[in-house]
Nanobody, 125 residues
Framework: QVQLVESGGGLVQAGGSLRLSCAAS????????MGWFRQAPGKERQFVAE????????YYADSVKGRFTISRDNAKTTVYLDMNSLIPEDTAVYSC??????????????????WGQGTQVTVSS
C-alpha cells in the first residue's frame, strides 16, 4: 500500500508556471507507475500524465503535451509535475495516483489503486 500527498498548488497568472509534488510513503515506490489527473468544477476527471516506475517512459494528454513535464525521484519517493505556459483552462484540482497494472498507458482513473487528496491550481486570465 502507498499513501500519497500532493503539494505545490496555488494561484498563478496565465503564462506562468507551477511545480506540483506528490510525496509517497513506502519503500516500494519504484514498483508503481504514477499518474497525474485533474478535475475542474462540473467536469469529469481528466488524465494529465503518467510516468513508469523507473522513470524511463512518460505519456501525456494532448492538452498538456509540450507544456507539462512529469518526472520522479525514486530516492525521494516523489513524483513531480512541472507546468509551464499555464492557461485558465488548466484550472482544476490536481491529484496524483499510483498503479501496479502492467498496462501502458493507464489513462483511466479506475486503473489506479491509490490516490492523493489533491491540490488546487487556479490560473487567472
Amino acid at each position: 500500500q502507498v499513501q500519497l500527498v500532493e503539494s505545490g498548488g496555488g494561484l498563478v497568472q496565465a503564462g506562468g508556471s507551477l511545480r506540483l509534488s506528490c510525496a509517497a510513503s513506502g519503500r516500494t515506490f519504484s514498483r508503481y507507475d504514477m499518474g497525474w489527473f485533474r478535475q475542474a468544477p462540473g467536469k469529469e476527471r481528466q488524465f494529465v500524465a503518467e510516468i513508469s516506475g523507473g522513470g524511463g517512459n512518460t505519456y501525456y494528454a494532448d492538452s498538456v503535451k509540450g507544456r507539462f513535464t512529469i518526472s520522479r525521484d525514486n530516492a525521494k519517493t516523489t513524483v513531480y509535475l512541472d507546468m509551464n505556459s499555464l492557461i485558465p483552462e488548466d484550472t482544476a484540482v490536481y491529484s496524483c495516483a499510483a498503479t501496479t497494472r502492467p498496462n501502458w498507458p493507464n489513462r483511466m482513473g479506475w486503473e489506479y489503486a491509490y490516490w492523493g487528496q489533491g491540490t488546487q491550481v487556479t490560473v487567472s486570465s
